[in-house]
């Protein structure tokens, strides 16, 4: 046995015997832990989890990662406390596929040329484990700021900037300010010819090796002349495990109806929803990707009823 698999199994030891006495000191049963994931989108067999407990395997790959960073949550442990067990690995896991999330290729191969000015490979290698996506809309109804927190995850090799897009699909627009809030900076910005998509290059304060991840936020604002905007959301090319999106509304500017919009490349659905009970809408999906999610809304009659 070599001195690198001595420091696996210490490494391993360690970490079992603090999932397991934080599981002791809960306390929960490993099937009360498997329930929990599974409604949070982290299908982990019993099997597994036993493994992890008794240290006869170690979580690898995004999914076991994703799925420990909950584990931690629900045992109410510190973000960390069990993940910082584990020495960095290169496996990511299965993956699933990463597909352009909107059924329109024409704007894919302008996504595709924002990709090449702003200097990134396509498609992204990065992928994003878990979004807020927060939205305030203005006393006129339209959109008038937005900020995004994302927990971002190399998937292969090192990457140190991610492309960020602002995309209109069929509707012109100038473009919209991005800014770096946390995590890394702009490092460069490009607007398609068409206007439908403009984007930044983020560059992140550390390099990413897979399977790390970092907290990155960013903001949006819209600048006078926009156009009418009501409509919100975020678009996914690989599955997440968790995306919100948050929709605020002036509290002189609540709409009468709203529509969850969920745009995949198979089609798209649509579903209305009640008028809002206060003053904001969330969606919510575990688990989701590759797709798009968001929110429409109007005012007086909803637009596919007679007047």
């Not at 090799?157 to 770096?180: D, N, S």
């Not at 500017?253 to 745009?263: R, S």
Request: proline letters at 8%; hydrophobic letters at 35%; glycine letters at 8%.
């Amino acid at each position: 046995m070599t001195f690198e698999d001595d420091a696996r199994r210490a490494e391993s030891d360690d970490f079992a015997n603090a999932l397991r006495d934080a599981i002791n000191a809960k306390p929960v049963t490993l099937s009360w832990l498997q329930r929990q994931l599974k409604a949070r989108g982290n299908r982990v067999s019993m099997a597994t989890l036993s493994y992890w407990r008794s240290g006869a395997r170690r979580p690898e790959g995004v999914q076991s990662l994703a799925a420990l960073s909950d584990i931690e949550e629900l045992l109410g442990l510190d973000g960390g406390a069990l993940s910082r067990l584990l020495r960095s690995t290169n496996r990511t896991g299965p993956l699933g596929p990463n597909q352009f999330p909107i059924d329109e290729e024409e704007l894919e191969l302008a996504v595709i040329d924002a990709f090449r000015a702003l200097g990134a490979s396509y498609p992204d290698t990065s992928r994003e484990l878990t979004t807020h996506s927060v939205t305030d809309v203005g006393a006129d109804g339209n959109v008038a700021y937005s900020i995004t927190r994302s927990i971002v995850q190399s998937t292969v090799g090192t990457i140190t900037a991610i492309p960020f897009l602002e995309i209109t699909p069929g509707v012109r627009t100038p473009a919209p300010l991005l800014k770096a809030v946390a995590g890394g900076r702009i490092a460069a910005r490009y607007s398609h010819p068409d206007g439908e998509v403009h984007g930044v290059l983020f560059e992140l304060d550390v390099p990413l090796t897979a399977p790390e991840t970092a907290m990155v936020e960013w903001s949006v604002e819209y600048p006078p002349g926009y156009p009418e905007t009501r409509d919100t959301g975020h678009a996914l090319a690989q599955k997440a495990r968790e995306l919100l999106v948050w929709t605020r509304f002036h509290p002189d500017a609540i709409p009468d109806w709203c529509e969850e919009h969920v745009e995949t490349p198979e089609g798209v659905i649509m579903t209305p929803l009640p008028p809002p009970r206060g003053t904001s809408v969330h969606l919510v999906r575990r688990a989701f990707g590759p797709g798009a999610l968001g929110l429409h809304w109007g005012y007086g009659p909803r637009e596919d009823q007679p007047g």
